[in-house]
């Protein structure tokens, strides 16, 4: 089954880090532009980062820009999201998939995983 395993989620307090990862199943990442996405509660699904196939540029939602850095290891067949001064906003179960372009909807991206539930709580 093509599908990414995302892990690394968990409940830290405001101001605080966490390091997701997402890892590929069945599949090679090197042909493929990554996303990271977030859906909280009743919000739609949104894109915070996304990487380039080679890694070689990245792109940033407003709402993370500056505190999240998205990058790969092609090697490792691995994608990262490391994110710093967490904010309670920041809580959602965070997702990542694949496209061969970072631009397109959301809709367009394939090989969605379960997710990985982040909380932002003191």
């Known amino acids: 089954q093509l599908q990414f395993v995302e892990s690394g989620g968990g409940l830290v307090e405001p101001g605080g880090s966490l390091r997701l990862s997402c890892a590929a199943s069945?599949?090679?990442?090197?042909?493929?532009?990554i996303g990271w996405f977030r859906q909280a509660p009743g919000s739609e699904r949104e894109r915070v980062a996304c990487?380039?196939?080679?890694?070689?540029?990245?792109h940033y939602a407003d709402a993370v820009k500056g505190r999240f850095t998205i990058s790969r290891d092609n090697g490792k067949n691995t994608v990262y999201l490391q994110m710093n001064s967490l904010k309670v906003k920041d809580t959602a179960v965070y997702y990542c998939?694949?496209?061969?372009?970072?631009?397109?909807?959301?809709?367009?991206?394939?090989?969605w995983g379960q997710g990985t539930q982040v909380t932002v709580s003191s």
């Open positions: 998939a694949a496209h061969p372009l970072c631009g397109p909807p959301v809709s367009a991206y394939e090989y």
């Open positions: 990487i380039v196939k080679s890694g070689g540029a990245t």
């Open positions: 069945g599949f090679t990442l090197d042909k493929y532009a």
